[in-house]
């Protein structure tokens, strides 16, 4: 028994279950789910954990790019971010600390299990919120509170915090005998497309945000200035931000003049409209 392990994975699991959107002790979606339950801060906190926090980090952002365009709709999902974040990079840095492999680990947790886990929370929600219409019924205020918060932070700590910890700290002797078992070249076609899927996940979120094509000149222009001209991001976010604000000046310019130009026509078009020549 990996006592070292042990606790690591518990320490995740616990992250896990902090970062979880219903999850009461980081206010939920406030600081937990669009915080705590990111996949770069995920990297970083398991990098603190398994004292390796550049290689957390760089798992981090490679998870964060796949599923930087995820959306939800509805209450569903075809993946859970929060499974994917901490078991996915939590079970990677347990392992190999391979970008690569935390992505498809990642991908699989959040699609696989994440889902199964998250559908049986919600069937149990349904369960405490059927009771807590008797509840209300009876006016049992104690009962109300069990029913609506205690029960449902008990569920949502047993779906998420433990299954994660089970995957880090029995997943990891399995990953590292498949990874022994498996050639070295499907090991390369795994990390070859492993890299890829965060290219992906950007090509997915430019397609939600670029309406005009014309746009994809600030992407290649920033593109071929940290590429070939080798310039940090921090001074291609500076460069953006000043490109942004001279983009913003021409554009109201121009719309004040076209609002100007469209009144003027206006004025001269009511100016005709009124005109009587034969009382002049």
Not at 65 to 76: P, Q, S
Not at 186 to 205: C, D, E, Q
Request: a neutral charge.
């Amino acid at each position: 028994m990996n006592g070292a392990l042990f606790w690591q994975a518990v320490l995740v699991g616990i992250l896990g279950y902090l970062g979880a959107v219903d999850s009461i002790v980081m206010g939920g979606v406030a600081y937990g789910f669009y915080i705590l339950g990111r996949p770069l801060v995920a990297g970083f906190m398991c990098g603190l954990i398994f004292d390796d926090v550049k290689a957390g980090v760089l798992c981090g952002l490679a998870v964060q790019a796949v599923f930087i365009a995820t959306m939800h709709t509805g209450g569903t999902s075809s993946t859970e971010i929060t499974y994917a974040s901490y078991g996915g990079i939590g079970l990677a840095m347990a392992t190999t600390k391979d970008p690569a492999i935390a992505v498809t680990l990642s991908i699989f947790i959040g699609q696989t299990f994440g889902l199964i886990f998250y559908n049986l929370r919600m069937a149990g929600f349904s369960y405490f919120n059927h009771r807590a219409d008797h509840d209300i019924d009876r006016f049992d205020k104690h009962a109300l509170i069990m029913d609506q918060v205690v029960w449902p932070q008990i569920i949502t700590f047993l779906v998420r915090a433990v299954p994660i910890w089970a995957a880090i700290y029995f997943g990891r002797g399995a990953v590292e005998a498949l990874l022994k078992v498996i050639p070295t070249e499907i090991t390369s076609i795994i990390t070859v497309l492993g890299g890829l899927l965060p290219a992906l996940g950007i090509a997915m979120l430019m397609n939600m945000l670029i309406k005009n094509k014309l746009q994809l000149i600030y992407f290649l222009f920033g593109f071929a200035m940290v590429v070939f001209a080798k310039m940090s991001t921090i001074g291609l976010v500076f460069i953006a931000i000043l490109v942004a604000y001279l983009v913003y000046q021409i554009s109201a310019k121009s719309n004040i003049n076209k609002n100007s130009d469209s009144l003027a026509k206006e004025t001269v078009q009511n100016a005709d409209e009124y005109q009587d020549a034969d009382l002049f």
